[in-house]
């Protein structure tokens, strides 16, 4: 599996650009959720269960934003090219309530001309370079960039719990909004696609799996005290809810497409 990203990619619109080349054929790969959206190309017949198992059509063109984890099964000669966006950004192109959308995957071609999707999907599909990726993209796309990209209600503060990352408690939260707590969460299932909690708790589990994928020895009592976690307990039930099996489990399987995802910074 080849994964092509460039660590200092900029662009005034997209956080990363990613393509993902399949050189064998793959068993079930997890990719968990980083709370951003995507726009996505995928070239050959991808297989896709929700974290129930359940299968999902994956479109050429898509759109997803904020939800579960998902295993994704690919074959040799497939390509997955990843665009990541803000969170926002989904609910702006959709119009959909985040809560609705949450382990969807949206065509893309729903929302932009039809024959534009097919001329920017042939385009990029041999293109091996991220920033020639951008640029073709750009062409095709860029005149929705500005509606789509346009900040919500919600986003300095998803931004603020970012910037945070995720150490914050809910309460604390309250005290920097103007918002009431129920108003609060009614804004993130919204905009979002998660309660305000179950957020907070995502960005922070996206730094304790990097610590754990970078340093396979570190002691969980360690990861406890550093990310405010209660207890061992506490800190095992983040990874059954955002990754579905235990730390322990989660270092005895090797899986490349988590692991080359880990390997980028997670806020640019």
């Not at 996505?40 to 759109?63: E, R, S, T, W």
């Not at 090219?81 to 065509?107: A, C, Q, W």
């Not at 001309?113 to 091996?128: G, I, T």
Request: aromatic share 14%; proline share 3%; with cysteine.
């Amino acid at each position: 599996m080849q994964f092509l990203s460039d660590p200092l990619f900029k662009h005034s619109f997209f956080k990363d650009v990613v393509r993902i080349d399949y050189d064998t054929d793959t068993m079930p790969m997890l990719i968990n959720d980083y709370g951003y959206s995507y726009l996505m190309f995928c070239y050959g017949d991808f297989i896709a269960l929700d974290h129930q198992c359940n299968n999902v059509d994956v479109p050429k063109c898509l759109i997803k934003g904020t939800g579960d984890y998902f295993n994704i099964t690919a074959h040799e000669g497939n390509t997955w090219i990843t665009f990541e966006l803000p969170n926002h950004v989904l609910y702006n192109i959709t119009g959909i309530p985040g809560m609705d959308s949450r382990n969807k995957l949206y065509d893309l071609s729903d929302y932009v001309c039809n024959d534009v999707c097919k001329e920017l999907y042939e385009e990029l599909k041999d293109v091996k370079d991220v920033h020639e990726l951008a640029l073709i993209t750009d062409r095709y796309l860029g005149s929705f960039y500005s509606a789509w990209g346009k900040p919500l209600t919600s986003t300095p503060i998803v931004d603020f719990i970012y910037e945070k990352k995720g150490l914050i408690r809910l309460a604390d939260l309250l005290k920097q909004v103007s918002f009431s707590e129920r108003t609060l969460e009614r804004l993130f299932k919204k905009e979002v696609g998660s309660t305000p909690y179950r957020f907070i708790c995502l960005v922070r589990f996206n730094y304790v799996i990097r610590e754990v994928e970078h340093n396979q020895d570190i002691q969980i009592s360690t990861l406890v005290a550093r990310y405010n976690y209660f207890d061992h307990s506490h800190f095992e039930k983040d990874f059954k809810k955002f990754l579905g099996q235990s730390v322990t489990n989660y270092k005895n399987v090797y899986n490349p497409l988590l692991t080359q995802a880990l390997s980028r910074k997670f806020i640019k």
